[in-house]
């Protein structure tokens, strides 16, 4: 056989080609969709068909942020001038910013966007953290009932659900839990850790127990061996675990919008309840939803190395 | 005196006896080989001493002391394991020096740094050091993972083991380098393998395992030439020793077909007073192949070993291996007649297996 392979070789078949380039088409579609929507004038923003060429605009992401009120006239020159260049953007819409004593009053989508961040972030440490405890210990303690026990975690995913809704929001009001970060922080762990723990345990038990041995036998504590050693062979796994729990918990609706309304709301249920406002910009909901796509694309990415490890030779290839 | 005991200790694992009632000692700066085929309990019995298990009952004993509730840091033994279980992401150097680094310890960084050295310096991996561990050969893996064991010179050097992965060139170097490794640390070894050239080669002394007991514990020598029982003597030495079930009736051998014998004197000083069943055993070295002897054989299969021939035999219906000179030649079908230096005759009970003659 040659040693040199031919470039044919190198890159793939033509037609293994042409079908990736197909299904990555098919599925960026949407997103093209709604990036390109988040740039549009509002005029283009529904046209039929679809305007592809345009000259992309900030003026969504200003209404995403902003409260804005409708222009009674159009604005004078000196006005026009006096407005920073944002704020211009959307004097052609006939609106302005609504300003209260000079400042200029922001929209609730910031706020919903750190709800999510905070509530997505810590449920996922929080799961994954205790996932990756718990995993340990199924994976290396003999735990009597243990194969049951790993059955009854893993069936509180098996139940829909939207089924407990009303029921989970009831415990809620009573202990006042409702429309609170703890809440939903509490809620989206459960949901993750019993995912976390199965997945984790796939994890722990492909790493070789003797290395945990040695450590033990080399003078240290099973909890110096586990931070020292298991810890950090464990990093693929815990990437992996993290990254599934994190797209599980930004993306929740349902119970956000349940439980929610106000000081605790994410970004889910608030971004289509702008919808309801006045005349439906759907530039600034496409803005909301462009912003709100890009964390777990980010944590994806920055995860990315471990994540290709995680899943070719972790729990989830058996 | 004795540095490392076990005092009745049984083990389970579920239904599954891996110990069972063994009790051992090994003295200070001994070489003791645990030799025994799979699963006849050798890693449970390091693991028991190491503390990684708990025994089940019986007593383990390091340095007289009973160790049953130290934990395994404590105990101050090092493992050797069979697939080296080198820390992976670590270098060399920070592999040898993770034990030292142990709270338990306390060594300064002066301290850590030149033992280090010393034990890289002494399994030739100085030059090693900064690799990363997954770019190391098996010998080299298989060095650093002793070395890991010597830095902090322990109780005990307990092995598991730990050339069985290596290829057979590789095998043959590091069992004379650990031999000399013992001898110039003149500390205690205790080796588990299931290798008995391992054994017999390396071994001060050698205790033979089988189905969770010690079956026996003596030199070398002891274990080759006077197996306790028919174990032990099917077990260590290769070709394995012929085993013939025979009858001994008025001074002659009988197995059936073809084979009869008439004891010599030796024979018989051997045999005396165990008339009826029971089961001889011969060496391939002492059974000679020669034109006067006493019983017609046809070769059945001849392997050339380099230094010697292995010749089987068949007689009736019963195979017998005989070692000959490399220069000797058969072939297959051959006839040719052949004795048995009786001298070195084994007997075995036919039921227990017990060894009738010693010595």
Redesign the interface.
């Known amino acids: 056989m040659a040693a040199v392979t031919t470039r044919a070789e190198r890159i793939g078949h033509p037609i293994a080609i042409v079908a990736i380039i197909v299904v990555t088409l098919i599925f960026l579609a949407p997103i093209l969709w709604i990036t390109s929507t988040a740039f549009k004038p509002r005029a283009v923003a529904t046209s039929v068909p679809p305007t592809v060429i345009f000259q992309p605009e900030v003026t969504p992401f200003v209404k995403l942020f902003t409260k804005r009120v409708q222009l009674r006239e159009q604005p004078t020159q000196e006005v026009y001038d006096a407005a920073p260049w944002w704020e211009q953007a959307i004097f052609d819409n006939g609106e302005r910013v609504l300003r209260v004593r000079g400042n200029v009053q922001p929209s609730q989508y910031g706020n919903r966007f750190i709800n999510s961040l905070i509530v997505a972030g810590l449920s996922t440490i929080l799961a994954v953290g205790m996932g990756t405890f718990t995993a340990y210990g199924f994976s290396r303690f003999k735990i009597a009932g243990r194969d049951d026990l790993l059955f009854f975690i893993l069936s509180t995913r098996m139940l829909p659900p939207i089924v407990v809704a009303i029921p989970m929001f009831l415990m809620y009001r009573t202990f006042s839990l409702t429309d609170t970060h703890i809440g939903l922080i509490i809620l989206y762990t459960a949901f993750n850790l019993s995912f976390a723990v199965w997945l984790m345990k796939g994890f722990m038990d492909e790493i ?1 127990k ?2 945990e ?9 099973r909890m ?1 061996a586990f931070f020292k ?1 298991v810890l ?2 464990a990093t693929t796994g815990i990437a992996a675990t993290a990254v599934f729990s994190f797209i599980i918990a930004w993306n929740e609706y349902a119970f956000a919008l349940i439980l929610t309304n106000r000081r605790a709301q994410t970004a889910p249920p608030f971004i289509p309840s702008q919808i309801g406002s006045g005349v439906v910009d759907w530039t600034a909901i496409a803005a909301g939803t462009f912003l709100f796509l890009l964390p777990v694309a980010i944590f994806t990415f920055l995860l990315r190395n471990h994540l290709l490890r995680g899943v070719t030779f972790g729990a989830i290839r058996k | 005196m004795t540095q490392v005991a076990l005092d009745h200790v049984s083990k389970k694992f579920g239904a599954n006896v891996a110990v069972n009632d063994l009790s051992l000692d090994i003295a200070d700066g001994e070489f003791f080989v645990l030799l025994g085929p799979t699963g006849a309990g050798k890693t449970t019995t390091l693991r028991l001493i190491a503390g990684l298990e708990k025994p089940d009952s019986g007593r383990v004993l390091i340095g007289g002391e009973d160790a049953s509730s130290w934990s395994v840091a404590e105990r101050d033994v090092a493992l050797v394991f069979q697939y080296y279980s080198l820390y992976p992401r670590y270098t060399v150097g920070e592999n040898l020096a993770f034990p030292l680094k142990s709270r338990v310890h306390n060594y300064s960084a002066d301290e850590i740094a030149q033992r280090v050295d010393t034990a890289a310096k002494l399994l030739r991996i100085d030059h090693l050091l900064d690799r990363k561990t997954d770019k190391l050969s098996g010998g080299e893996m298989q060095r650093v993972s002793i070395g890991r064991a010597i830095v902090r010179e322990p109780t005990i050097f307990l092995m598991d083991e730990p050339l069985s992965n290596l290829d057979a060139k590789l095998r043959e170097s590091l069992r004379s380098e650990l031999k000399d490794l013992q001898i110039k640390l003149g500390a205690t070894f205790l080796f588990v393998t299931h290798d008995q050239i391992e054994a017999m080669s390396m071994g001060d002394k050698v205790g033979i395992l089988h189905d969770g007991k010690i079956v026996q514990v003596g030199t070398p020598f002891e274990i080759y030439n006077q197996p306790r029982d028919r174990f032990v003597a099917s077990f260590v030495g290769s070709p394995a020793m012929n085993l013939v079930d025979v009858t001994l009736a008025d001074g002659k051998l009988s197995a059936g077909s073809g084979l009869d014998v008439a004891l010599t004197d030796a024979g018989r000083s051997r045999l005396s007073g165990h008339e009826g069943a029971l089961t001889l055993g011969v060496r391939a070295e002492d059974v000679a192949v020669d034109s006067e002897g006493v019983i017609e054989a046809r070769v059945h299969h001849v392997e050339n070993h380099g230094v010697e021939k292995i010749v089987t035999l068949r007689t009736g219906d019963q195979l017998i291996k005989a070692t000959v000179p490399a220069i000797s030649q058969y072939a297959i079908e051959d006839s040719v007649r052949f004795s048995i230096n009786q001298a070195k005759l084994h007997g075995f009970d036919r039921t227990t297996g017990t060894a009738l003659t010693s010595g």
């Open positions: 070789p003797e290395y041995e040695a450590a033990l036998v080399d003078g240290y504590t110096q050693i950090p062979e």
